[in-house]
């Protein structure tokens, strides 16, 4: 579907390059044994979630850089422009849901433990996925997209010739 939206192979690779990162991020307390946890049922949900968070903070930056590519800026302006504008609405839809996902992490009583596993993925993974996305996806944008203003251009030129 990434790939149909963007119209490209590329920009979903970008996107979706800090979504491993950010899993093995959440799974860290899992092998570390904090506060019993243990890869189940309630701990893959939250990894599912975790994975349509990431990948959203990766496609905000990513379109909002190709519409200023489009706009005629370099890949480096583009990128940097995009990730220092959306930083603010990717911090704010981090924050929102760690501390929405603190009840379920403190939670006590019956289902308490399922609570805490799917809460827990959530909170560490976005915590670090969020951290990687902003460092590592503008990275993986400067390596492995194109310069679509410059392709415009020729493909323009030569068809007025």
């Known amino acids: ?57 990766g496609i905000l930056i990513v379109e909002f850089a190709n519409a200023l590519k489009a706009q005629g800026k370099s890949k480096r302006e583009a990128i940097e422009t995009a990730a220092g504008i959306r930083l603010r609405p990717i911090l704010m839809t981090t924050a929102a849901m760690v501390l929405g996902v603190i009840p379920l992490i403190f ?6 433990a399922s609570r805490f596993n799917i809460g827990m993925v959530i909170a560490m993974g976005l915590t670090i996925g969020t951290l990687f996305t902003l460092y590592v996806v503008p990275a993986a944008y400067m390596l492995l997209s194109k310069e679509h203003a410059a392709a415009t251009e020729t493909a323009g030129q030569t068809a007025a010739e």
């Open 107 to 112: 939670a006590a009583g019956a289902g308490a």
């Open 1 to 57: 579907m990434l790939a149909a939206q963007f119209e490209s192979f590329t920009d979903p690779l970008i996107i979706l390059v800090s979504v491993p990162m950010s899993a093995v991020g959440a799974l860290i307390f899992v092998a570390l044994g904090l506060g019993g946890a243990s890869l189940n049922i309630y701990t893959e949900v939250g990894l599912v979630t975790l994975m349509g968070l990431i990948s959203k903070h």
